[in-house]
């Protein structure tokens, strides 16, 4: 059976930083687009990273431009997210997905595969 298994959350500081791992099980990540989204408590899910296969490109949200970096290991196996310069506005539960959709959408219901989920706590 498909699927994703996420690790690497935590509490930090801010100024910190965390790398959350998404490892898949069944498939490699071959052609496919790995989505990053949060939600946090009251707020709607948003996408936060996205990273294609296709084309090696990766894309943020403004809001993490220049702290978040997306990457893939050379398996295609397991897709990382390392966040650095944290800021308590980034508490949220964060998801990986992936879906062979062609290329990075921050609609989170056109990937196929979703992760279980990993608490991301930053302290002011």
């Known amino acids: 059976e498909a699927q994703l298994v996420e690790s690497g959350g935590g509490l930090v500081q801010a100024g910190g930083s965390l790398r959350l791992s998404c490892a898949a099980s069944?498939?490699?990540?071959?052609?496919?687009?790995i989505g990053w989204f949060r939600q946090a408590p009251g707020k709607e899910r948003e996408g936060v990273a996205c990273?294609?296969?296709?084309?090696?490109?990766?894309y943020y949200t403004d809001s993490v431009k220049g702290r978040f970096t997306a990457s893939m290991n050379d398996a295609k196996t397991t897709v990382y997210l390392q966040m650095n310069s944290l800021k308590p506005e980034d508490t949220a539960v964060y998801y990986c997905?992936?879906?062979?959709?062609?290329?990075?959408?921050?609609?989170?219901?056109?990937?196929?595969?979703w992760g279980q989920g990993t608490q991301v706590n930053v302290s002011s």
């Open positions: 997905t992936a879906g062979r959709i062609g290329g990075c959408t921050w609609a989170w219901s056109e990937y196929d595969y």
């Open positions: 069944g498939f490699v990540f071959e052609n496919y687009a």
């Open positions: 990273q294609w296969d296709g084309n090696g490109m990766s």
